[in-house]
């Protein structure tokens, strides 16, 4: 059952910033300055884009875009605070979707660039897969608060943590430990004040102390003459030659330009749109589980606005509702830290800083930050949902574990110059690698683990024919293609699709026959009744 927050008298006077504001701002600001560092450095060494278009025109439309989206999050969370009469209301995160990120560079723009060679060509590509998502983000915005309302909470949180687990905390936390000696320090920063109360001096956030230290660390490495943290002074003279004022520019032409690719772009455009309408669902389902109701149309209809308009502007990334509102509640952030982050996403991409932050700031030192939004993350799903519905949070997260394992088994592969279907399916099978088990059950895995998810609840409240239909309805996003298959297409793996059927239509019967001895109770009660 939702959480909704009653209405109150408006607060005396609300707060434009609270000193929780600042853990917040130094957490989630490092936060999205990994993801714009991590997606510089994707268009530079992956697409090989030149440097006037990454920091003359890509990076302010994406900083436009941050700036848009953080500050529109903001003015919903004090209008909520305004009308319930609270002053704990914290505005939702949001952000360039990491997933995405990775899957416009390799699944849309890479391919375009290895054919034409072009990398404008590449990002024009990049540029339609994000317009045609805004689409399908801005009218799926009507259609989500019903599935909200019918999908158990246990199921979405689940779903969830599985990313949390996997995508978000594992690729940090292997990063952390290999350059221990700042990763684990900075973790050991953030955990003592973040979960532990510890005040550092003057105050200073727990965020902006990790960043210190693992920088203090890394350069003082540098006068010892150790290289750690990827910094140093000839990168440092290299970023000041990006300096230079650049506002976002229209970019209508590159925009259409990329439908000649509109085959390439709709494999994946249509079910990563889908997957951006269960996610954000998802993470408005976790603020909410934490106090704050926000209305799940009116935030999927922004994010697909705000990423039309970035993408209009020239950024291949599209806008999401992040993952981690607890988190930055619990740490004290209420609305300011939302349009501060924005406002320094702003000041940093449209000034040409981006460059020289990477050369100054070790990544590593930021990387525990987003370990950590993924352990609170993982434990909400357990925390918020009935203890009787663990199992169900357990068989929500496997999916992803799934996909997860697909994706390092991919990269592992395609590092040693070869793929699976080279390798052979039996031959990794017989050495323990069920790569196959693993990406039928890993393909569409957020959806997946809901419908599994959802199964499960249902049957543990003994709902056994709303758990039918879920099974059913797993059977029919199976057909399509949305789970269990590599892409959208008419009956890809027929099996699952039957086994699906095969439980909806076990789960009725059991549904029926439950009915029948529930009357028969009734019946005999009635009996005995009478007969006293």
Same mark, same amino acid.
């Given at each position: 059952?939702?959480?909704?927050?009653?209405?109150?008298?408006?607060?005396?006077?609300?707060?434009?910033?609270?000193?929780?504001?600042?853990?917040?701002?130094?957490?989630?600001?490092?936060?999205?300055?990994?993801?714009?560092?991590?997606?510089?450095?994707?268009?530079?060494?992956?697409?090989?884009?030149?440097?006037?278009?990454?920091?003359?025109?890509?990076?302010?439309?994406?900083?436009?875009?941050?700036?848009?989206?953080?500050?529109?999050?903001?003015?919903?969370?004090?209008?909520?605070?305004?009308?319930?009469?609270?002053?704990?209301?914290?505005?939702?995160?949001?952000?360039?979707?990491?997933?995405?990120?990775?899957?416009?560079?390799?699944?849309?723009?890479?391919?375009?660039?290895?054919?034409?060679?072009?990398?404008?060509?590449?990002?024009?590509?990049?540029?339609?897969?994000?317009?045609?998502?805004?689409?399908?983000?801005?009218?799926?915005?009507?259609?989500?608060?019903?599935?909200?309302?019918?999908?158990?909470?246990?199921?979405?949180?689940?779903?969830?943590?599985?990313?949390?687990?996997?995508?978000?905390?594992?690729?940090?936390?292997?990063?952390?430990?290999?350059?221990?000696?700042?990763?684990?320090?900075?973790?050991?920063?953030?955990?003592?004040?973040?979960?532990?109360? &510890?005040?550092?001096?003057?105050?200073?956030?727990?965020?902006?102390?990790?960043?210190?230290?693992?920088?203090?660390?890394?350069?003082?490495?540098?006068?010892?003459?150790?290289?750690?943290?990827?910094?140093?002074?000839?990168?440092?003279?290299?970023? +000041?030659?990006?300096?230079?004022?650049?506002?976002?520019?229209?970019?209508?032409?590159?925009?259409?330009?990329?439908?000649?690719?509109?085959?390439?772009?709709?494999?994946?455009?249509?079910?990563?749109?889908?997957?951006?309408?269960?996610?954000?669902?998802?993470?408005?389902?976790?603020?909410?589980?934490?106090?704050?109701?926000?209305?799940?149309?009116?935030?999927?209809?922004?994010?697909?606005?705000?990423?039309?308009?970035?993408?209009?502007?020239?950024?291949?990334?599209?806008?999401?509702?992040?993952?981690? &509102?607890?988190?930055?509640?619990?740490?004290?952030?209420?609305?300011?830290?939302?349009?501060?982050?924005?406002?320094?996403?702003?000041?940093?991409?449209?000034?040409?800083?981006?460059?020289?932050?990477?050369?100054?700031?070790?990544?590593?030192?930021?990387?525990?930050? +987003?370990?950590?939004?993924?352990?609170?993350?993982?434990?909400?799903?357990?925390?918020?949902?009935? &203890?009787?519905?663990?199992?169900?949070?357990?068989?929500?997260?496997?999916?992803?574990?799934?996909?997860?394992?697909?994706?390092?088994?991919?990269?592992?592969?395609?590092?040693?110059?070869?793929?699976?279907?080279?390798?052979? =399916?039996?031959?990794?099978?017989?050495?323990?690698?069920?790569? &196959?088990?693993?990406?039928?059950?890993?393909?569409?895995?957020?959806?997946?683990?809901?419908?599994?998810?959802?199964?499960?609840?249902?049957?543990?409240?003994?709902?056994?024919?709303?758990?039918?239909?879920?099974?059913?309805?797993?059977?029919?996003?199976?057909?399509?293609?949305?789970?269990?298959?590599?892409?959208?297409?008419?009956?890809?793996?027929?099996?699952?699709?039957?086994?699906? =059927?095969?439980?909806?239509?076990?789960?009725?019967?059991?549904?029926?026959?439950?009915?029948?001895?529930?009357?028969?109770?009734?019946?005999?009660?009635?009996?005995?009744?009478?007969?006293?």
């Amino acid at each position: 059952m939702s959480v909704t927050a009653k209405a109150g008298p408006a607060p005396a006077k609300l707060p434009w910033w609270t000193p929780g504001d600042w853990n917040a701002f130094f957490g989630f600001g490092t936060n999205i300055l990994v993801n714009v560092l991590v997606l510089t450095g994707l268009l530079r060494f992956v697409l090989k884009l030149p440097d006037p278009i990454i920091f003359g025109r890509i990076l302010p439309a994406v900083g436009l875009m941050l700036f848009l989206s953080t500050v529109y999050y903001a003015y919903l969370a004090r209008k909520l605070a305004i009308k319930t009469g609270r002053t704990d209301v914290c505005a939702l995160p949001s952000g360039i979707s990491v997933p995405h990120m990775f899957v416009v560079v390799f699944v849309v723009m890479l391919p375009i660039l290895l054919k034409t060679s072009n990398p404008v060509e590449a990002w024009s590509a990049g540029l339609t897969w994000v317009f045609i998502q805004s689409f399908v983000l801005m009218v799926g915005g009507f259609i989500a608060p019903v599935i909200r309302r019918i999908t158990p909470r246990a199921a979405l949180l689940g779903s969830l943590a599985g990313i949390s687990l996997t995508f978000i905390s594992l690729s940090p936390g292997a990063q952390v430990f290999m350059t221990p000696i700042i990763g684990v320090t900075c973790l050991a920063v953030i955990l003592a004040s973040w979960l532990g109360g &510890h005040r550092y001096p003057a105050g200073i956030p727990g965020g902006l102390m990790a960043i210190i230290v693992g920088s203090a660390i890394a350069w003082g490495g540098q006068l010892l003459g150790f290289e750690l943290g990827g910094i140093g002074p000839d990168k440092v003279s290299g970023a +000041l030659a990006d300096f230079g004022f650049h506002v976002p520019l229209p970019a209508f032409a590159e925009v259409f330009s990329g439908f000649k690719y509109i085959g390439v772009i709709l494999v994946t455009a249509i079910p990563f749109g889908i997957y951006d309408l269960v996610e954000a669902m998802d993470n408005v389902e976790s603020a909410e589980a934490a106090g704050d109701h926000f209305p799940t149309t009116r935030v999927l209809t922004a994010d697909g606005i705000i990423s039309l308009i970035g993408c209009l502007m020239g950024n291949p990334f599209i806008n999401a509702v992040y993952i981690g &509102h607890p988190g930055w509640k619990a740490m004290g952030g209420r609305t300011g830290y939302s349009a501060a982050t924005g406002g320094l996403m702003l000041f940093l991409t449209w000034f040409g800083v981006i460059g020289l932050m990477m050369a100054i700031i070790p990544a590593v030192a930021l990387l525990p930050i +987003l370990l950590y939004i993924g352990m609170l993350i993982g434990a909400q799903a357990f925390q918020e949902s009935p &203890h009787k519905h663990a199992p169900a949070v357990v068989l929500a997260i496997v999916p992803t574990i799934a996909s997860w394992g697909v994706t390092q088994i991919n990269n592992a592969l395609g590092a040693a110059g070869t793929d699976a279907g080279k390798v052979g =399916l039996d031959a990794l099978a017989n050495n323990g690698v069920l790569y &196959h088990g693993l990406q039928i059950l890993g393909s569409g895995a957020t959806l997946c683990g809901i419908i599994l998810g959802s199964i499960t609840v249902l049957i543990i409240d003994g709902k056994l024919a709303k758990a039918a239909c879920f099974a059913a309805a797993g059977a029919a996003l199976t057909f399509f293609g949305l789970i269990h298959a590599e892409a959208i297409g008419i009956n890809k793996t027929p099996g699952v699709a039957a086994a699906y =059927l095969v439980v909806a239509i076990f789960l009725y019967v059991c549904s029926l026959k439950k009915i029948a001895v529930s009357e028969s109770a009734v019946d005999d009660v009635e009996l005995v009744a009478q007969a006293a």
